[in-house]
């Protein structure tokens, strides 16, 4: 066998493993997709009981002012904006991680023209390589779960992002929290999200005047004709317990969305790799054929040769 | 007689729904029970067992972790980081978590949190276990 075919033949083979690993690999993300989204989709009935709650309580406060929710007030000093970027943990999802990257450079870029500096928090490794690769400050990074998050883990990182809110501003607090992930909007659509965090806001619906009840706020929606509550505790403790709970909410549903997004995007890149490997295997098939079919031309031509060159040679003689 | 519709939702599942006569919990203020037609009501609870006292299934208990409670009427509705009911329970597993962690250092949050859950949990299993007419 000729050396040109003995290579093409080599590739084949190594194209053929490619792709059945990807081909794997492909299944395993779209099965995985399907529990990411059962997963975000059995975090909603907490999530609309907690705004449910949450609207209740604020409602019962006449003027509300918690350190989490939103003042007025315009802060004064440096401001500083805390961005936590959901990234993976694993590459081989195609774009996924760049893009979420992308858009909190936007975002920082943004913060930076208004005069806010950015604080970097992150979750996955592919962002924090990013940042470190860079050289560039991390306030805080969390890997290991981006493919399948938990509470506790959400629980974590909220908790950091709620202590350093609240420090005040001599001590590196920050004045925002910014999410940016990615939104799973089906199979073959996500969409990168940015959300801001902290500080909450509350539409206040007053008690006992009917409201509307589907009054846009960002994430509370208004209650009709309010029935007088007593809170155990108090109407503070309680919302003292409710507030940083949703923030760790919408970390955790950020999270659960962003690993659903990263298995969709992981089972698009797998497919197409699988494509491209039977497209390379295909080519390379083709390429080998001609390089026997050249060698066997070649070998005729060389009898074909060696007999003429013995006729001519009996003849002369 | 009316009845209480009670929701425990944990932030990963909707662990149970159903219709119940009472329940009893744990406040931070102290023990709570809720029969139908209290008035409406809010209170944080503490890490400890719930207990719902189900129409139709006799006494069921739940360990709930970082709860919340909401009375409205006759639905009563609870929210909690963590919850699991009675049957759900590994107590294996629970045991061994608490042999593990034994006792923790006075400055260990999470191990005394961890041993506090564990605690809770075996409770919830060794009172179903007690009560007759459960499954």
């Given at each position: 066998m000729g050396a040109q075919l003995r290579v093409y033949r080599r590739r084949i083979r190594s194209v053929q493993a490619t792709k059945k690993i990807t081909k794997a690999m492909e299944l395993i993300a779209s099965s995985r997709i399907v529990k990411a989204q059962q997963a975000s989709d059995a975090a909603l009935p907490y999530a609309t009981e907690l705004i449910r709650s949450i609207g209740l309580a604020a409602a019962h406060t006449p003027n509300i002012n918690h350190p989490l929710l939103a003042t007025e007030s315009t802060v004064e000093g440096e401001q500083r904006a805390g961005i936590l970027l959901i990234t993976a943990d694993?590459?081989?999802?195609?774009a996924y991680s760049t893009n979420v990257i992308k858009a909190a450079e936007r975002l920082a870029e943004n913060l930076t023209e208004r005069g806010i500096t950015p604080v970097p928090y992150i979750v996955g490794r592919k962002g924090e390589s990013f940042y470190r690769f860079r050289e560039r400050h991390i306030e805080q990074a969390w890997t290991g779960f981006s493919d399948d998050p938990t509470y506790d883990d959400a629980r974590n990182v909220a908790d950091v992002l709620i202590k350093d809110f609240l420090k005040p501003d001599t001590e590196g607090g920050i004045d925002e929290i910014h999410v940016v992930y990615t939104h799973f909007i089906n199979r073959v659509k996500q969409d990168v999200r940015v959300r801001r965090v902290l500080p909450l806001r509350v539409v206040n619906v007053p008690v006992g005047e009917s409201a509307d009840?589907?009054?846009?706020g960002d994430e509370h929606g208004g209650q009709a004709a309010l029935p007088l509550y007593d809170f155990e505790p108090g109407v503070e403790a309680v919302l003292d317990d409710l507030l940083p709970r949703f923030g760790t909410h919408l970390v955790y549903t950020g999270l659960l969305l962003s690993a659903a997004s990263e298995h969709a995007a992981r089972q698009r890149a797998m497919s197409s790799a699988t494509e491209n490997a039977e497209e390379l295997i295909k080519t390379l098939t083709r390429q080998a054929n001609q390089a026997r079919q050249a060698e066997i031309t070649q070998e005729i031509s060389e009898i074909v040769g060696g007999a003429d060159a013995l006729a001519s040679a009996n003849a002369g003689s | 007689m009316a009845e209480l519709t009670v929701r425990l939702v944990a932030t990963d599942k909707q662990v149970y729904t159903g219709q119940a006569s009472l329940v009893v919990f744990e406040t931070v203020d102290g023990q709570m029970g809720i029969m139908p037609a209290h008035s409406p009501m809010m209170a944080i609870l503490r890490d400890a067992p719930v207990l719902i006292r189900t129409v139709d299934n006799g006494d069921l208990y739940a360990a709930v972790h970082g709860g919340f409670v909401t009375v409205d009427g006759n639905t009563v509705i609870i929210l909690a980081e963590s919850a699991e009911l009675a049957h759900d329970i590994d107590t294996d597993i629970e045991k061994r978590v608490e042999a593990e962690i034994g006792t923790p250092a006075d400055d260990d949050e999470a191990s005394k949190a961890r041993l506090k859950r564990a605690q809770v949990r075996l409770s919830v299993a060794a009172k179903s276990t007690t009560t007759t007419g459960l499954r």
């Open positions: 694993r590459g081989l999802a195609g009840p589907i009054t846009g | -």
